[in-house]
């Protein structure tokens, strides 16, 4: 029988407002997740899974991770205004196809206040699923020769960006043991982030 895999519902939120405040927005984008999950309509932009994935971290997990997403401004950039940090995080994520869901204010100039996505364990585990330069040394370190002045980081870079077809199959297996190319994207995004 497999073992669930733990949940965490991840989320951003300005800098410039208050904990409770982040707190509050937090919520609220948790609720919309929640309502997008129940909506059919909804679940054309996500992933048919997502209601499932919800459920589960709700019933089992319920943990939240609150982080810095940075500035926020409008809704949208029409009035030529760039977009703060907080929507061009939105944005990346969309980029890379995680379900998300967003809460902007109406009270703080509908701006955008939150974003949530729910992560697993194999994103944030960094001891049950090590990053790729630590996995390939507990993997592969005895067929490794180097130098004395290659450093485990150094080797695993050249394993990614190698065109040998023998590296690229080391490294494919690393990305299916951590969950696929979107756990790789969030393993890299969250590492900008603090909690806020």
């Known amino acids: 029988m497999n073992e669930k895999l733990e949940l965490r519902m991840y989320g951003l939120v300005p800098y410039n407002i208050s904990a409770i405040q982040q707190a509050i927005q937090f919520g609220h984008a948790v609720v919309e997740y929640g309502q997008m999950v129940k909506q059919p309509q909804s679940l054309s932009k996500m992933a048919i899974n997502a209601s499932f994935i919800y459920d589960d971290w709700a019933d089992n997990w319920k943990t939240f991770i609150v982080l810095n997403g940075g500035t926020t401004n409008h809704r949208n ?55 790729f330069e630590d996995w390939v040394m507990n993997n592969y370190g005895e067929l490794v020769r180097t130098d004395y002045y ?37 393993r890299d995004f969250l590492k900008n982030f603090k909690l806020a």
């Open 77 to 131: 950039n029409d009035d030529g205004l760039p977009f703060g940090t907080l929507n061009n995080h939105v944005l990346a994520l969309d980029e890379n196809r995680i379900d998300f869901a967003t809460f902007n204010e109406p009270d703080l100039g509908d701006q955008l206040t939150s974003v949530v996505f729910i992560v697993d364990e194999r994103v944030f585990n960094r001891k049950r699923y090590p990053d």
């Open 150 to 186: 290659t450093s485990s980081y150094m080797l695993a870079q050249k394993i990614k960006n190698s065109d040998s077809k023998a590296d690229k199959k080391v490294y494919e297996e690393w990305i299916k043991f951590v969950g696929g190319n979107k756990n790789v994207f969030l």
